[in-house]
C-alpha cells in the first residue's frame, strides 16, 4: 500500500455557507455541573449565541437554556443531540452520524440546521466504524453499509446514491467539486480502487488496480500503479496524469517539495513534486535503507550517519555514527530539520540540522528521567505554533512535554503532569485527554477543563469535543496561549 507522510499543509480550503432556514435546532442543557467561583456565564441571548432555526420554520432560538460552564472554562456553546458516535468538520457545519439521524450543526451557533433519518429510513445510524463521511461546500458525503450518500450541505436535501463496487471504503475528499472515493477489499494488501464522483452522486471515472492512493492537498492526488509499480501525480478533480516516475516504485513518501520513491531493494529516487524531474537517486549499498525527512534522505552506514538533500545546491550534512538507533519522527521548523532516534538504551536523541548544510547538533533526553510510562518510542514531535523556533516532544500520550529550542538545541521547559494512578490518556494534536473516575480532563498548553463523562476530541481548529455532554466548542485561549 502507499505510505504517505505529508509535511506541506493544506486540503480543501472550505467556503463559508449561508445558514438556511430549515428545521429544529440543537438544545443546549445544564448538565448539573458544580461552576469554579471564577466561571464565565455563557451566552444566554440571540445576540450572544447566534440565531437558530425554528422547528416552525422562523428564525430565533430563544428557547435555548443558558450555555453551561465546566471547572477550568465555559464553552462557547453545546449541542446537547450529539452521542460518542462519529462527527466530521468542515468550515462552518459539523455533520453527525448518530441516534437522532444525519444532523447538520451550525459552528457559530451550535444550533442543528437540519436532520435527516439514517441509510435505511430509521433514526438511528451504526456506531462509527460502519459509517464514514466528508463535509465540504460542495456537499456532504456519507458511506454507510456500502451505499454512498449525497446531501446538499445547506439543507441536507438528497441529492443521489451510489452502491460502491468494493468491499471496504479507505477514504472519501472533496476536491473541486469531485469527491475521490478510494476502497478495495477486506484484504488490506489487494488493490485498490479509485472513484471520481459528481456532487450528486454519479460517477464520472474509475482508476482500478492501484496499489495505493494519496490526496496531496486540494488540486493533486498520488498514486501508486500496481501493474508497472509506477509513481502517478494526477488532478484530483479528473485524475488526469500530470506525471509519472521513471522507476518501480513500492512506496513513497512526499516532503514539501520531493517526492521519494522507494524501489524493492530500497533504493531512494526523489523528484520534484511540481515537475516529476528526477532530481536523485540514492542507492543502498553499504548502507541502510535510506530514511526520508521532509524532502531531505536520512544515511545510515558504519562511518556515520549524512542528511542528504537530493535538490542541486545544497552539502550534505555529516553526522557521527549512531548504531543500534531506531528511527522516529521528523519536522522542518524554519530552515533546520529537526528528526528523533530512540537509542538501544531507552533514551531519546534529537538532532536539528541547517537544511543548507552549515552543521547539525544533538540533544539526549533520558528516559528515565521523564515518566515510566512514557515510553519515548511513542513519541510525537509536533510545532505548537508556525512560524515557530521551538518544537514539542510528546510522550506517554501528553504525560510529559519537552519543549525544545531548535537553534541552539536546548531544552527550554519539561512539563511532567501530575495524573491520577489508572488515568488513561490519549494525545490528539496538541490535546491532551485525561480520563479518569467519570470525567475528562482536557489539557492545552496554557489551561485545562474538567468535562463530565468520556469526551474526544472532533476538531482542533476550531475547538470541538464531543461525547457525553454533546458536541461542544471552546474558545482556543481557554486551553493555549493563542487563539490560532
Do not use: K
Request: net charge negative.
Amino acid at each position: 500500500m502507499l505510505a504517505v507522510a505529508v509535511v506541506a499543509a493544506g486540503l480543501a480550503t472550505l467556503a463559508r455557507l449561508p445558514a438556511p432556514d430549515l428545521t429544529p435546532p440543537g438544545s443546549a442543557r445544564d448538565l448539573d455541573v458544580e461552576l469554579p467561583a471564577d466561571a464565565r456565564p455563557g451566552p444566554t441571548t440571540d445576540d450572544d449565541a447566534g440565531g437558530g432555526n425554528g422547528s416552525d420554520g422562523t428564525t430565533g432560538d430563544g428557547d435555548r437554556a443558558p450555555t453551561p460552564c465546566f471547572p477550568g472554562g465555559c464553552p462557547v456553546w453545546v449541542a446537547d443531540e450529539v452521542d460518542h458516535r462519529n462527527v466530521w468538520v468542515g468550515d462552518d457545519l459539523a455533520v453527525h452520524a448518530g441516534r437522532s439521524g444525519l444532523l447538520g450543526i451550525d459552528l457559530d451557533t451550535g444550533a442543528v440546521r437540519w436532520r435527516r433519518p439514517g441509510g435505511d429510513a430509521t433514526a438511528a445510524f451504526p456506531w462509527h466504524y460502519a459509517v464514514q463521511a466528508a463535509v465540504d461546500r460542495d456537499g456532504v458525503a456519507v458511506v454507510d453499509d456500502r451505499v454512498l450518500r449525497v446531501h446538499d450541505p445547506l439543507d441536507g436535501r438528497p441529492r443521489g446514491e451510489l452502491v460502491l463496487p468494493f468491499e471496504r471504503l479507505h477514504d472519501l475528499r472533496w476536491s473541486e467539486g469531485v469527491l475521490q472515493v478510494t476502497g478495495g477489499g477486506w484484504q488490506a494488501a489487494g488493490p485498490d480502487v479509485l472513484l471520481f464522483v459528481s456532487a450528486d452522486a454519479t460517477l464520472q471515472h474509475a482508476e482500478e488496480g492501484l496499489d495505493g492512493v494519496a490526496l496531496l492537498d486540494e488540486d493533486t492526488l498520488l498514486t501508486l500503479d500496481g501493474d508497472r509499480q509506477r509513481l502517478r501525480l494526477r488532478g484530483a478533480s479528473d485524475g488526469a496524469v500530470r506525471w509519472e516516475s521513471a522507476g518501480r516504485s513500492v512506496w513513497a513518501t512526499v516532503g514539501a517539495t520531493v517526492v521519494h520513491a522507494i524501489d524493492d531493494d530500497g533504493a531512494v529516487t526523489s523528484v520534484d513534486r511540481a515537475t516529476g524531474a528526477q532530481l536523485a537517486t540514492t542507492g543502498v549499498e553499504g548502507h541502510d535503507r535510506p530514511e526520508p525527512l521532509d524532502d531531505w534522505l536520512l544515511v545510515r552506514t558504519d562511518e556515520g550517519r549524512t542528511l542528504v538533500d537530493p535538490r542541486a545546491g545544497s552539502e550534505p550534512v555529516r553526522l557521527p555514527p549512531a548504531p543500534r538507533r531506531t528511527p522516529g519522527a521528523a519536522v522542518a521548523v524554519q530552515d533546520r530539520v529537526v528528526f528523533a532516534e530512540v537509542t538501544a538504551g531507552g533514551d531519546l536523541a534529537v538532532v536539528a540540522a541547517d537544511r543548507d548544510g552549515g552543521g547539525a547538533s544533538e540533544l539526549l533526553v533520558a528516559g528515565d528521567d521523564l515518566d515510566a510510562r512514557s515510553r519515548v518510542e511513542d513519541h510525537v514531535l509536533q510545532v505548537p505554533d508556525a512560524p515557530s523556533d521551538v518544537v514539542d516532544v510528546v510522550l506517554g500520550g501528553g504525560r510529559v512535554l519537552v519543549r525544545l529550542s531548535v537553534d541552539p538545541l536546548e531544552v527550554v521547559a519539561v512539563d511532567r503532569r501530575e495524573l491520577p494512578t489508572g488515568a488513561q490518556v490519549a494525545w490528539h494534536d496538541g490535546v491532551t485527554l485525561v480520563r479518569h473516575a467519570g470525567v475528562t480532563r482536557v489539557l492545552g498548553t496554557a489551561g485545562s477543563v474538567e468535562l463530565p463523562g468520556t469526551v474526544e476530541v472532533a476538531a482542533t481548529d476550531p475547538l470541538l469535543l464531543h461525547g457525553s455532554p454533546g458536541l461542544l466548542r471552546l474558545d482556543r485561549r481557554t486551553l493555549f496561549d493563542t487563539a490560532g
